[in-house]
């Protein structure tokens, strides 16, 4: 009965946990942990901490800062690298647990994720609040946009040499405000989604072949794809734009010689989304865009999803803004973090429920 206890409590536990030994020796590991590392807890068991740590990171010195006082460590906001994720925010606990003192329980509790959840949560504000602007604008743009070409396509025909090239700029710019008005129309669609289920993997690869073929050319591409994934709930015509998107940006964004982009999912049951009353959206499914890329800049980071906000000189902010429309639709997240050549786009999806 009390095992049962302790083995409910134990994987009910919300934030990452460990049991190990006064040298780092993991003996258990929760639900929470397995998700932070992406590692099961049998592969876990039997390892040092520093193993998905590394051996100089704080939560090694916690411990045994813990060890040698025989007492109890919190450390605030600190940063924790884990494998091959990107740094994150913690706050890591280290206290005796038995009395024989020869265990310790580890949490360790990533801040930032209320952070990301805030300001993802933001960037779909934004995202809608450009949606009635942006039907009104193809209307009312596109119509003078036309008489504009026209009227340069009659001038080029008798006009000199000198004037010939002034009419073919005024249509070369006519044309890509068209292409921009193209882009900006996409908000003004307000269509329900017709939800059906859809295999996530079959998307992703559409979206990689179709970035191989074309923009992502001399750039190494890698899958990391976890196969017993369950169907997402979406529109994949949708979700195909989304990550053509996403390859494009990074792409964009690595060096054609030496760029790498890792495309990896995975299931994290940890990430749920309040809706409205007492109701919340799990969003198991975990999409992630990997690039070795430039990075984005610290001060554009929060607001990279928001529309007309973009890091490249001749960027128009709308490809991103779309993505976070679009997901939004969908029920999820899209989420970025970036450090100089580490760029991580996640987007986080409901599972097919059959309805």
């Avoid at 450390?75 to 925010?89: G, R």
């Avoid at 017709?194 to 750039?219: T, W, Y």
């Avoid at 049951?269 to 865009?289: H, R, Y």
């Amino acid at each position: 009965m009390v095992q049962t206890i302790y083995e409910n409590v134990w994987s009910a536990l919300p934030f990452p946990s460990f049991l190990v030994d006064k040298t780092g020796g993991i003996s258990d590991a929760n639900g929470a942990a397995e998700t932070l590392i992406t590692t099961s807890q049998r592969h876990m068991k039997g390892k040092n901490i520093s193993r998905f740590f590394g051996a100089n990171s704080i939560v090694l010195a916690t411990i045994t800062q813990a060890a040698k006082d025989f007492g109890s460590v919190t450390q605030y906001n600190v940063d924790v690298a884990i494998l091959e994720q990107p740094v994150m925010t913690c706050n890591v606990y280290v206290s005796f647990l038995s009395a024989d003192m020869e265990q310790l329980l580890v949490v360790v509790q990533p801040t930032g994720v209320a952070q990301k959840m805030s300001r993802s949560l933001t960037n779909l504000s934004a995202a809608r609040s450009v949606t009635a602007m942006a039907a009104m604008l193809a209307h009312e743009i596109r119509n003078p946009l036309a008489g504009i070409s026209g009227a340069a396509q009659l001038l080029a025909m008798n006009a000199s040499p000198q004037d010939l090239e002034l009419a073919e700029m005024i249509g070369t710019e006519a044309k890509r405000i068209g292409q921009l008005v193209d882009r900006v129309e996409h908000f003004g669609d307000q269509r329900p989604m017709a939800a059906k289920p859809v295999n996530i993997h079959d998307v992703l690869d559409r979206a990689k072949r179709s970035a191989q073929a074309g923009f992502g050319v001399g750039v190494e591409f890698s899958v990391d794809f976890d196969p017993s994934l369950p169907d997402a709930a979406g529109d994949p015509d949708q979700l195909l734009q989304v990550f053509q998107n996403l390859l494009k940006n990074a792409a964009e964004a690595v060096d054609p010689a030496r760029g790498t982009i890792k495309i990896r999912t995975s299931y994290n049951s940890s990430v749920k989304l309040a809706m409205q009353g007492a109701k919340t959206q799990n969003l198991p499914l975990q999409i992630e865009i990997i690039d070795n890329g430039r990075g984005i800049p610290a001060s554009l980071i929060t607001e990279i999803f928001e529309p007309f906000v973009s890091s490249k000189s001749n960027g128009t902010g709308l490809g991103l803004s779309l993505v976070s429309k679009i997901i939004a639709g969908h029920g999820g997240l899209v989420e970025c973090s970036s450090t100089e050549g580490r760029t991580v786009f996640c987007v986080r999806l409901p599972v097919w429920n059959g309805k």
